[in-house]
T-cell receptor, first 117, second 117 residues
Framework: DTEVTQTPKHLVMGMTNKKSLKCEQH?????MYWYKQKAKKPPELMFV???????INESVPSRFSPECPNSSLLNLHLHALQPEDSALYLC????????????????FGQGTRLTVV | AQKITQTQPGMFVQEKEAVTLDCTYD???????LFWYKQPSSGEMIFLIY??????QNATEGRYSLNFQKARKSANLVISASQLGDSAMYFC??????????????FGGGTRVLVKP
């Protein structure tokens, strides 16, 4: 099983709504990521979790709140978003190695296309 | 800090011909990995090929090969015998390989490839 599953695939939400994006992988990967991708742009890293602990936060606004409840799940909680937050949100995972060498590729989900109205 | 540059925003290629996608990078890391991903219009990022900075031989995966020139800091992707299904956005990415580098995967701006029948 080499899949990263994201739900929902599409989401339309109002600026006052609270919603969550979900990501699941069963590859035993201990590093998980959230990326934001605007149209015709490369993915921009938002958060990285390593062994269920937040290891990188790329100065993301607090209206985005990540959560990693266990080694297979990664959530992104959304609250009071702005229209400019409309984008494709990609989840990814990769292996971590205790030796300190992490040279494996990241596997990506199909993404959630978010529209904020 | 890491920087990836893809200078070709878009390319046309004739079906069954080869195409080379350029990627140059800049990093202060001594040990790093270079990746190429394909993103069709559906949004999913599909891993294509990996090259480690310590690898002496260029990576190959089926119709994909990576022309790695470490001194020039370039990692060009060659797609041989192009197929209509190769039409997509292609991203070059890199990540430092030591633990202290974290898991930050940095992407270039991408190259859109359109294969003509």
């Amino acid at each position: 099983d080499t899949e990263v599953t994201q739900t929902p695939k599409h989401l339309v939400m109002g600026m006052t709504n609270k919603k969550s994006l979900k990501c699941e992988q069963h590859m035993g990967h201990r590093a998980m990521y959230w990326y934001k991708q605007k149209a015709k742009k490369p993915p921009e890293l938002m958060f990285v979790y390593s062994y269920e602990k937040l290891s990188i936060n790329e100065s993301v606004p607090s209206r985005f709140s990540p959560e990693c409840p266990n080694s297979s799940l990664l959530n992104l909680h959304l609250h009071a978003l702005q229209p400019e937050d409309s984008a494709l949100y990609l989840c990814a995972s990769s292996q971590e190695r205790d030796t300190g060498i992490t040279n494996t590729e990241a596997f990506f989900g199909q993404g959630t296309r978010l529209t904020v109205v | 800090a890491q920087k990836i540059t893809q200078t070709q925003p878009g390319m046309f290629v004739q079906e069954k011909e080869a195409v080379t996608l350029d990627c140059t990078y800049d990093t202060s890391d001594q040990s790093y990995g270079l990746f190429w991903y394909k993103q069709p219009s559906s949004g999913e990022m599909i891993f294509l090929i990996y090259q480690g900075s310590y690898d002496e031989q260029n990576a190959t995966e089926g119709r994909y090969s990576l022309n790695f020139q470490k001194a020039r800091k370039s990692a060009n992707l060659v797609i041989s015998a192009s197929q209509l299904g190769d039409s997509a956005m292609y991203f070059c990415a890199m990540r430092g390989l030591i633990k202290a580098a974290g898991n930050k995967l940095t992407f270039g701006g991408g190259t859109r490839v359109l294969v003509k029948p």
